[in-house]
């Protein structure tokens, strides 16, 4: 692969310089120049060797679900201390006999939908498959759940733990303006799906921050975005029961899966790099 930093081979010690090419070694972290294309095993007495490593900057892939567990544990701890304050006696009696409300209890469910499939998406990582989780959107309290970078694109990964079944409303289309509506259950909620566009609009900015391409070689203007809400543990049908509405896939774990791991244009290069830049530009929440 080429460099993107500088290093030195650990075998020879001769310094390549970046955008350089050379054999790069994820487990080590190390580089061996294109001469040294075979690895020797290492003796102990060669363990100084093997010490030489990239001078790359360590990157946060991000705790999937972190933010709103984080939230979840202030709203549950603020209401503890104000019972036991008010209620200096009682008030463990009260917090034992009573439930959290439910705008505490949705950050802890949202939480939880995020962990599981931040989890599994952890173990299906390769060079082809990178994943990042609960990014902060720059001059907003908002976030991405998660972001997977592919051979088929980018994935901007909403994660939804509801109840019920989600299916698609479509209303009009002759006569009057066709509008499309996403219900869980009975329960309208269009309204993920304008956010879920928001977010692959700031993925879109931050590809090509001004319009403009990232440099000669980079055209990642050209690289798809797809926006995802994939419902955990929602109550899909036997056969069928994925769809789009407006260009989002609404689906659950197993359906997205192998879609992310589908072939595409994208070699591990350009996966690794733009992987990098965009954890850079959107740093854990």
């Given amino acids: 692969m080429k460099l993107r930093y500088a290093g030195a081979c650990r075998i020879c010690q001769t310094e390549i310089p970046a955008r350089a090419e050379?054999?790069?070694?994820?487990?080590t972290k190390t580089v061996r120049?294109?001469?040294h294309d075979q690895a020797p095993?290492?003796?102990p007495s060669d363990t100084e060797e093997w010490t030489t490593t990239l001078d790359v900057p360590a990157l946060d892939a991000g705790t999937p679900g972190g933010s709103a567990r984080r939230e979840f544990d202030r709203r549950h701890e603020a209401?503890?201390?104000?019972?036991?304050?008010?209620h200096p006696k009682l008030g463990g009696l009260i917090l034992a006999l009573s439930d959290e409300p439910q705008s505490t209890t949705a950050w802890s469910i949202g939480a939880d939908g995020e962990e599981k499939l931040g989890a599994r998406l952890n173990e299906l990582c390769t060079e082809s498959l990178l994943v990042l989780h609960d990014r902060r959107i720059p001059r907003t309290r908002a976030n991405i759940d998660h972001i997977a970078v592919t051979p088929t694109g980018i994935w901007?990964?909403?994660?939804?733990?509801?109840?019920?079944?989600p299916s698609l409303k479509v209303e009009g289309g002759v006569l009057r303006q066709r509008t499309e509506k996403l219900l869980v259950g009975s329960r309208d909620c269009s309204k993920l799906v304008d956010g879920v566009l928001k977010q692959t609009d700031?993925?879109?900015?931050?590809l090509l921050p001004g319009g403009r391409s990232e440099g000669p070689g980079r055209p990642w203007g050209r690289v798809p975005v797809?926006?995802?809400?994939?419902?955990?543990?929602?109550?899909w049908p036997l056969i069928g029961g994925s769809f789009t509405i407006r260009g989002v896939d609404a689906l659950w774990p197993k359906k997205l899966y192998p879609q992310l791991q589908a072939s595409g244009p994208l070699g591990t290069a350009s996966i690794a790099e733009i992987h990098r830049h965009l954890a850079a530009a959107l740093p854990p929440a």
């Fill in 156 to 165: 901007v990964i909403d994660a939804k733990k509801y109840r019920g079944r």
């Fill in 22 to 27: 050379a054999i790069y070694e994820r487990a």
């Fill in 79 to 86: 209401r503890e201390a104000r019972i036991r304050a008010k």
């Fill in 202 to 206: 700031v993925v879109h900015d931050v």
């Fill in 41 to 43: 095993t290492p003796s």
């Fill in 226 to 235: 797809h926006g995802v809400i994939c419902f955990v543990e929602a109550d």
């Fill in 33 to 35: 120049c294109l001469t």
